[in-house]
């Protein structure tokens, strides 16, 4: 097996997706290390232009990270900040060390990975012994990744596949099943004629003409690597995410009980028949829809401003199945409107959209198998109590009667916990209710759950859930630190 | 004392990529002086969030993301390790260019260790030197045309720009602008900051009317008035007493700059050898014997600048240092500890720069002194005595 491992000198990646250079390119594609064995190549040496153009005709290596992707810990983005000076002599605005100066202020992306180690691993060995040694030299010279302050040092290595945290190209055929429902990231990766492109990149910017050599690169869907010795998941109630982009004036996650009320109704009037799932009124453990309403969270920058809509279905028979689509595509036809919100419309994306949509219109950022999961928006919790002490009791039946096993730990808050979620919800008693309804103010609580077992998505808990409160979003690691209780509003 | 020509071997056998040295990190912990949980002041940026200051998260030796707050960013730290070589650059012979401008006798100087820029800083390229523009002297040119084929001209007179990086991004009219990567990185980051609050109350011991609005000229006579004013009023200006610096003026707990407590302190910092190592300079024995003394700079810059007990970030941010250590980092995941102090840092550069005059680059510890070109030197005389630029202009 051939692999190249890049080991971070510092806590941190600092480079930007080239289609988007505000975020980081989590894990750093094999084409981004290609560019920096470029960027160091003596081109005048046969060899080394040889193992180049060998190089970029290589398949797709696997890319073991830790997390494999971005979207397993949006929250470990960030934009670095610092003040450049502008270099513009100008103005009143005068700096007290520096004359006339002025700065400005500049962000670049930065990640926080687990571990400091990125390994590319091909299965076969396509390289000679002689190209091995060319190839070797060639990475002693590697001095970053991405910017300048990404030191590395990149070594050939022999290594197997790790268990885990393993990203490889959607077309291998790895001993993994291809399940259909993980997700799929692009990653960027050399291809026939990636050298020559680089090259002519260059020369346009030696000549003083627009080039981005940075933004070269041929994108392949990667997903993770699933072994059939994987810890088995927990299934919750759920079996589809239905998701809406929704276009209109930007609302605030104060108003998703809002939307999910005008979401459900009018998922209901356009149902050919009354269907329990959507109006709730049957037995008790009938299986039920829950509306969701997406919140932008999780982000450094995140304000919890609704992005989409969405439909959690459960099992269903194929009639009901069928009538609930034929209703989904309708009420996507017409959009949603109401004097209090305003009119919106709603949107499937083409899965080539979905790639590039936010993450919070992606079904894997809110149904990944995860042992960890906190709230976005509070939930709801099943009675009214009389005694706060009967409040963790109320909690562990409260997410067993929403269909999923107590977890093996769990914190409460009345607020959003300190930077574990950024962006969630703090709401207010009033804004936990459907509008009109007024049987009082249940409790309600934040939440932050460990399950035994990894639990699939989406995570939905208490008596709200079919309206979106509860939603809550798969989190890397444990983060005990920041859950803490704060004092009661509805004591 | 460490056995300075081992270690100046070690190093130019890193830097020619002859060994498996590929880095030299340092790690430091410190505290605040007035002990652990003091509040501390960290840098300030745009507002965002409601904070100015840099939250992120890093990962707890536990596998936990935890909240950091970023108390010095990799500029500042570059920035302060620059400062510290140019207040010993005598000592060093350390050639350096110089910008020096006098007024009504204070003298300002502006060396390249100092410029934003280094030394493709525009008050560099708006200067002269014995009435020449800098850029068509012979110095002038050869930095100029200085390539990544070929950096000897900045070896020989500005090297530290080659450990902290440069990017010649002003000059029209070339086919590629110069950019050479920092090979040198340190960060400081408080861990798990609890935020504060300031509220800074200016207060006044007699507490005369601040809101009184009175005539500025009755008060401040000496005073000349901008001509921008003249333009804007037309007549005597008008101020409120607590302009002038009189009366109270209470202000409102601000989060947003309201300092941290933070659980601990940590530096990492990274000399990159292999990124010494991309350095092409005249020949081979210029490759090693300037690569080389530019690692010994930047060693004795990393020293010079936080070798001391304790460090001065900025006001409220005095901090101690508590624990240090060096260490090779090498290819194979492999680590050898390092000792080095600030002297035999500084005597690792006077070996360099004797290897490196043997080997054909001889440094020149006398400045290239540069005088603002006119334009320059009127926009410059302006600013000092507060005039505003709109008077040099008009």
């Known amino acids: 097996m051939l692999a190249l491992r890049c080991q971070l000198l510092g806590d941190t990646f600092e480079g930007g997706a080239p289609d988007d250079p505000g975020a980081p390119e989590w894990p750093p594609s094999w084409m981004r290390l290609y560019s920096a064995l470029v960027a160091v190549a003596d081109h005048a040496v046969p060899s080394e232009v040889a193992l180049l153009e060998k190089l970029e005709q290589l398949k797709p290596p696997a890319i073991v990270a830790d997390p494999p992707a971005l979207a397993d810990a949006p929250e470990m983005a960030f934009e670095r900040q610092a003040w450049v000076p502008t270099n513009k002599v100008e103005g009143k605005d005068t700096a007290t060390t520096l004359p006339g100066r002025k700065n400005g202020a500049r962000g670049w992306a930065r990640f926080v990975p687990r571990s400091r180690d990125i390994v590319y691993a091909w299965d076969d060995d396509a390289l000679s012994e002689s190209e091995r040694a060319v190839l070797a030299a060639l990475c002693r010279r590697v001095p970053y990744l991405g910017r300048s302050t990404s030191p590395v040092i990149v070594e050939v290595v022999e290594s197997s596949l790790p268990e885990e945290g393993v990203l490889v190209p959607s077309s291998s055929q790895e001993e993994a099943t291809a399940d259909p429902g993980l997700p799929t990231y692009p990653v960027r990766t050399p291809f026939n004629g990636a050298l020559a492109a680089l090259r002519a990149a260059h020369e346009r910017k030696v000549t003083g003409k627009a080039g981005d050599p940075w933004a070269i690169g041929a994108y392949v869907d990667y997903r993770p690597l699933v072994r059939q010795s994987h810890v088995p998941t927990i299934r919750g109630p759920y079996r589809e995410l239905v998701i809406f982009a929704l276009e209109g004036p930007q609302r605030d996650g104060r108003h998703a009980v809002e939307f999910t009320d005008l979401l459900r109704k009018a998922v209901m009037a356009n149902l050919p028949r009354p269907l329990p799932a959507v109006h709730g009124h049957g037995p008790g453990d009938a299986p039920r829809c829950a509306f969701l309403a997406l919140p932008f969270v999780g982000h450094r920058h995140a304000d919890g401003h609704i992005i989409g809509l969405a439909v959690a279905v459960p099992e269903l028979e194929p009639a009901d199945l069928r009538d609930l689509w034929w209703a989904l595509g309708a009420t996507a036809e017409r959009g949603l409107s109401s004097p209090s919100l305003g009119q919106f419309s709603l949107r499937r994306l083409t899965p080539l959209e979905q790639r590039r949509a936010p993450l919070a219109l992606q079904a894997w950022r809110w149904s990944r198998p995860s042992d960890t999961w906190v709230t976005a928006y509070p939930a709801v919790l099943d009675r009214f109590v009389k005694d706060r002490t009967e409040i963790p009791e109320l909690i562990r039946q409260t997410i067993r009667n929403s269909g999923f096993p107590e977890p093996t730990e769990f914190q409460s808050a009345l607020r959003p916990f300190d930077g574990t979620v950024p962006g969630a919800l703090d709401l207010a008693p009033w804004e936990t209710t459907r509008p009109g309804h007024k049987e009082g103010f249940r409790p309600y609580r934040h939440l932050y759950l460990r399950f035994a077992a990894p639990v699939e998505g989406p995570v939905v808990i208490g008596s709200m859930r079919h309206y979106g409160l509860g939603l809550c979003v798969p989190v890397t690691s444990p983060a005990t630190s920041a859950a803490r209780e704060v004092g009661p509003r509805d004591a | ?394």
Request: hydrophobic share 40%; proline share 6%; aromatic share 6%.
């Open chain 2, 1 to 394: 004392m460490a056995d300075l020509d081992a270690l100046y071997e070690r190093l130019a056998a890193a830097v020619t990529l002859q060994n498996d040295d590929a880095a030299i990190r340092i790690r430091a912990e410190y505290e605040p002086q007035a002990g652990t949980g003091a509040k501390v002041f960290p840098p300030t940026y745009m507002e965002s969030n409601g904070t100015r200051y840099h939250f992120e998260r890093r990962w707890s030796p536990e596998g936990t993301p935890v909240e950091v707050v970023v108390l010095d960013s990799y500029q500042s730290q570059a920035n302060r390790c620059e400062a510290a070589l140019d207040r010993v650059a005598d000592r060093l012979g350390l050639p350096r260019l110089l910008m020096r401008f006098t007024h009504d006798g204070v003298t300002i100087e502006l060396s390249n260790l100092a410029a934003p820029h280094r030394s493709r800083d525009a008050y560099f390229l708006d200067s002269v030197v014995g009435g020449t523009p800098f850029l068509v002297t012979p110095m002038g040119k050869e930095l100029d045309q200085a390539s990544v084929d070929d950096l000897t001209p900045l070896l020989i007179h500005v090297p530290t720009d080659l450990v902290y990086g440069l990017w010649d991004s002003h000059l029209k009219n070339r086919d590629l602008a110069l950019k050479l990567a920092r090979s040198y990185t340190s960060e400081m980051i408080g861990w798990e900051p609890m935020r504060g609050k300031r509220a800074a109350t200016k207060g006044d011991p007699l507490n005369l009317p601040g809101e009184d609005v009175v005539d500025r000229k009755a008060w401040r006579p000496f005073e000349t008035e901008t001509k921008k004013k003249k333009e804007q009023t037309g007549k005597e200006e008008k101020d409120k007493l607590n302009q002038l610096g009189h009366g109270m003026i209470p202000a409102a707990p601000n989060e947003s700059i309201g300092g941290v407590a933070v659980r601990s302190i940590s530096r990492l910092g990274v000399l990159s050898l292999i990124g010494l190592a991309q350095l092409r300079f005249r020949d081979e024995e210029i490759n090693r014997a300037g690569r080389t003394a530019l690692a010994a700079l930047a060693l004795a810059g990393d020293r010079l600048a936080f070798g001391g007990a304790g460090i001065h970030l900025r006001s409220g941010s005095d901090l101690v240092l508590r624990s240090e250590s060096m260490e090779w980092v090498q290819r194979g995941a492999r680590t050898e500890p390092l000792e080095l102090t600030t002297d035999d840092a500084l005597q690792l550069v006077d070996l360099a720069r004797e290897r490196l005059a043997a080997a054909g680059v001889q440094w020149s510890p006398e400045p290239v002194v540069l005088s603002p070109s006119g334009p320059l030197a009127e926009v410059i005389r302006n600013v000092l005595t507060a005039r505003g630029l709109e008077d040099a202009e008009a």
